[in-house]
C-alpha cells in the first residue's frame, strides 16, 4: 500500500481507509476516480494488507450466474472459519439493477468483500440499496509530481520495469510524459514502455525529450460522450462563458474538439447559451452562435471549428442576462398553478357570424390604428393581469428594451387602469415581484 502514489488524500495516515487496513475490518468500498488513478491497483494491495482471497471481475464480462456460484463459495468457506474473500468488480457501473441487486444479500451478510470500481458517479450508477452498504473512496487524478516518480520507480526497477533494458531518460523527458498523461498512469506508464521500445533502437538506449515528444504526438485523449467527463466539459465551457472568460471558453471548447467530441452537440449548446445567459442583453449573439451552427453543419470539421471558436469568444465578451430564461420560468409556473384561463374573447378571432354573435373579438383595438402604436388593452387572461414574466436587466440592449417596456405598459395600462390592478408602481414590468422567477430545480440543473 506504501507504493500507491498520489492518492494520500484517501489512503493517507489517519484517514478512514487507513484505519481500516490497520485494523484488518476491511469495508466494502466503491472506489470511484478517474482512468489510471490506481484502482485495480489499490484494491489488489487491499486484499494482500488484510489477508483475504482476492477475486477479480469485470462487470462487462461477468454474468449473474458466474457471479452467485463464486457468492456461494465465499459463504461456505466463510462459514467454515475463513477470511471473506474480497471480490473486485471493474466497472461496476455497467451492471444492470437486477445485477446489482444479486450482490446485495452477500454484502450484507459479510460473505464478501466488494470492491467495485467506477470512473462514473455512484450516485447515479450504482444502486441506492448497495450503495447505502458501501462506503465511496474518491480518487484524484495523479498529479505530474506522483506520475514522475511512478515512471521513475519503472524505469530504474529491474525486476516490475525497465531497469534491466539499460534504457535511460532524463528528467524533462519524465516530466513530459508525466504532464502529457492527464492524471492517467497507465497512459504514462504506457508511453513509457513505447519510448523505451524506440530508444533500444538508437544507439544511446536515451528516451530523449524529441523521442518522448513523438511518442506523445500519436496519444489520444481520453474521453467518454456517453460519461460524466463529457457533461463535465460542456459544463466547464458554458460556465466560462457565462463568467465571460475569454481564454476559458476556448480552451474547455478546444479540449472538446480534440477528444472527438460531435461539434453539432457543442454547437447547440451553444445557441442555447445565447438565449439562456444573453439573451437581449445582445441581440447578436443567437445570431452568431446560429450562425456558427450552421456554418459548422456545412462544413463540419476540422473548417468548421473556427467559427465555433469565434462564437465561444463573442459569447464570452458580451453582456449577461438570463431574464428570458427566467420569463419562461415564471410562465411555465404560472401555468403549473392553474392559471389556464380561457383566452379573452376580445383576442379571439370571429371569421364566422355565429362567434360574432357571442362577443368573439368584441372590443378588440387594432394597435396600428392606435396614435402610438400600443392600445389600452389587456392581453392577459383576467386572472393574470398585472403579472410580469419578462422583466428585463439593465446591461446592453436590455437596458433600453426596459424602457420600450415600461413605455408600451403605460400606454396599454393607463392610470385607471393601473389604479384598479392596485399600484402602478407595483405593476412595473421591470421591477414588479408577482411571480418571481426563483431558480428552480430544473434551472439547477440545465444551468449547471
Given at each position: 500500500?506504501?507504493?500507491?502514489?498520489?492518492?494520500?488524500?484517501?489512503?493517507?495516515?489517519?484517514?478512514?481507509?487507513?484505519?481500516?487496513?490497520?485494523?484488518?475490518?476491511?469495508?466494502?468500498?466503491?472506489?470511484?476516480?478517474?482512468?489510471?488513478?490506481?484502482?485495480?491497483?489499490?484494491?489488489?494491495?487491499?486484499?494482500?494488507?488484510?489477508?483475504?482471497?482476492?477475486?477479480?471481475?469485470?462487470?462487462?464480462?461477468?454474468?449473474?450466474?458466474?457471479?452467485?456460484?463464486?457468492?456461494?463459495?465465499?459463504?461456505?468457506?466463510?462459514?467454515?472459519?475463513?477470511?471473506?474473500?474480497?471480490?473486485?468488480?471493474?466497472?461496476?457501473?455497467?451492471?444492470?439493477?437486477?445485477?446489482?441487486?444479486?450482490?446485495?444479500?452477500?454484502?450484507?451478510?459479510?460473505?464478501?468483500?466488494?470492491?467495485?470500481?467506477?470512473?462514473?458517479?455512484?450516485?447515479?450508477?450504482?444502486?441506492?440499496?448497495?450503495?447505502?452498504?458501501?462506503?465511496?473512496?474518491?480518487?484524484?487524478?495523479?498529479?505530474?509530481?506522483?506520475?514522475?516518480?511512478?515512471?521513475?520507480?519503472?524505469?530504474?526497477?529491474?525486476?516490475?520495469?525497465?531497469?534491466?533494458?539499460?534504457?535511460?531518460?532524463?528528467?524533462?523527458?519524465?516530466?513530459?510524459?508525466?504532464?502529457?498523461?492527464?492524471?492517467?498512469?497507465?497512459?504514462?506508464?504506457?508511453?513509457?514502455?513505447?519510448?523505451?521500445?524506440?530508444?533500444?533502437?538508437?544507439?544511446?538506449?536515451?528516451?530523449?525529450?524529441?523521442?518522448?515528444?513523438?511518442?506523445?504526438?500519436?496519444?489520444?485523449?481520453?474521453?467518454?460522450?456517453?460519461?460524466?467527463?463529457?457533461?463535465?466539459?460542456?459544463?466547464?465551457?458554458?460556465?466560462?462563458?457565462?463568467?465571460?472568460?475569454?481564454?476559458a471558453g476556448v480552451y474547455w471548447l478546444v479540449r472538446m474538439l480534440e477528444s472527438g467530441e460531435d461539434p453539432l452537440?457543442?454547437?447547440?449548446?451553444?445557441?442555447?447559451?445565447?438565449?439562456?445567459?444573453?439573451?437581449?442583453?445582445?441581440?447578436?449573439?443567437?445570431?452568431?452562435?446560429?450562425?456558427?451552427?450552421?456554418?459548422?453543419?456545412?462544413?463540419?470539421?476540422?473548417?468548421?471549428?473556427?467559427?465555433?471558436?469565434?462564437?465561444?469568444?463573442?459569447?464570452?465578451?458580451?453582456?449577461?442576462?438570463?431574464?428570458?430564461?427566467?420569463?419562461?420560468?415564471?410562465?411555465?409556473?404560472?401555468?403549473?398553478?392553474?392559471?389556464?384561463?380561457?383566452?379573452?374573447?376580445?383576442?379571439?378571432?370571429?371569421?364566422?357570424?355565429?362567434?360574432?354573435?357571442?362577443?368573439?373579438?368584441?372590443?378588440?383595438?387594432?394597435a396600428h390604428d392606435e396614435s402610438e402604436g400600443v392600445a389600452a388593452m389587456d392581453c392577459l387572461p383576467e386572472s393574470?393581469?398585472?403579472?410580469?414574466?419578462?422583466?428585463?436587466?439593465?446591461?446592453?440592449?436590455?437596458?433600453?428594451?426596459?424602457?420600450?417596456?415600461?413605455?408600451?405598459?403605460?400606454?396599454?395600462?393607463?392610470?385607471?387602469?393601473?389604479?384598479?390592478?392596485?399600484?402602478?408602481?407595483?405593476?412595473?414590468?421591470?421591477?414588479?415581484?408577482?411571480?418571481?422567477?426563483?431558480?428552480?430545480?430544473?434551472?439547477?440543473?440545465?444551468?449547471?
Amino acid at each position: 500500500m506504501d507504493e500507491i502514489v498520489g492518492q494520500e488524500r484517501a489512503l493517507g495516515e489517519g484517514t478512514v481507509l487507513r484505519t481500516a487496513i490497520e485494523r484488518r475490518e476491511l469495508p466494502s468500498l466503491v472506489l470511484w476516480g478517474p482512468p489510471g488513478c490506481g484502482k485495480t491497483s489499490i484494491a489488489r494491495c487491499l486484499a494482500h494488507a488484510v489477508g483475504a482471497t482476492f477475486l477479480p471481475y469485470s462487470a462487462v464480462s461477468v454474468g449473474v450466474k458466474e457471479l452467485k456460484a463464486v457468492m456461494s463459495d465465499a459463504r461456505k468457506l466463510r462459514r467454515a472459519g475463513g477470511r471473506a474473500p474480497l471480490l473486485f468488480l471493474d466497472e461496476i457501473h455497467r451492471f444492470n439493477k437486477g445485477q446489482q441487486d444479486a450482490l446485495l444479500p452477500y454484502v450484507e451478510s459479510g460473505d464478501v468483500i466488494l470492491v467495485g470500481a467506477t470512473t462514473e458517479n455512484p450516485s447515479f450508477e450504482v444502486n441506492a440499496a448497495l450503495l447505502s452498504r458501501c462506503r465511496v473512496v474518491v480518487l484524484d487524478p495523479l498529479s505530474p509530481d506522483a506520475l514522475v516518480r511512478l515512471l521513475e520507480r519503472a524505469l530504474h526497477d529491474s525486476e516490475r520495469g525497465l531497469g534491466a533494458s539499460g534504457v535511460e531518460a532524463p528528467d524533462e523527458a519524465l516530466r513530459l510524459i508525466a504532464e502529457r498523461s492527464g492524471g492517467d498512469a497507465r497512459f504514462a506508464l504506457g508511453s513509457l514502455e513505447l519510448a523505451a521500445t524506440a530508444a533500444l533502437h538508437r544507439d544511446d538506449h536515451l528516451i530523449a525529450v524529441d523521442l518522448a515528444e513523438k511518442v506523445l504526438a500519436e496519444a489520444h485523449l481520453v474521453y467518454d460522450k456517453q460519461g460524466e467527463e463529457h457533461f463535465n466539459l460542456i459544463s466547464a465551457l458554458h460556465k466560462s462563458l457565462r463568467n465571460s472568460d475569454v481564454q476559458a471558453g476556448v480552451y474547455w471548447l478546444v479540449r472538446m474538439l480534440e477528444s472527438g467530441e460531435d461539434p453539432l452537440y457543442v454547437a447547440r449548446r451553444l445557441v442555447r447559451f445565447a438565449s439562456e445567459d444573453i439573451g437581449l442583453a445582445d441581440p447578436q449573439a443567437l445570431v452568431q452562435a446560429t450562425a456558427a451552427f450552421d456554418a459548422m453543419h456545412s462544413i463540419g470539421m476540422p473548417e468548421g471549428a473556427l467559427a465555433l471558436t469565434q462564437a465561444v469568444v463573442y459569447l464570452a465578451q458580451a453582456p449577461k442576462s438570463n431574464a428570458l430564461y427566467r420569463a419562461y420560468q415564471a410562465a411555465q409556473r404560472a401555468i403549473e398553478q392553474g392559471k389556464r384561463d380561457p383566452v379573452p374573447l376580445h383576442l379571439r378571432n370571429a371569421p364566422t357570424r355565429l362567434m360574432k354573435e357571442v362577443g368573439y373579438g368584441k372590443g378588440y383595438r387594432y394597435a396600428h390604428d392606435e396614435s402610438e402604436g400600443v392600445a389600452a388593452m389587456d392581453c392577459l387572461p383576467e386572472s393574470l393581469q398585472g403579472s410580469v414574466f419578462y422583466r428585463p436587466g439593465d446591461r446592453g440592449f436590455e437596458a433600453e428594451a426596459a424602457q420600450r417596456l415600461r413605455a408600451a405598459w403605460r400606454l396599454a395600462h393607463p392610470p385607471k387602469a393601473a389604479a384598479s390592478a392596485g399600484d402602478e408602481a407595483t405593476n412595473d414590468p421591470v421591477k414588479t415581484d408577482r411571480f418571481p422567477a426563483e431558480r428552480s430545480g430544473a434551472e439547477e440543473e440545465e444551468g449547471q
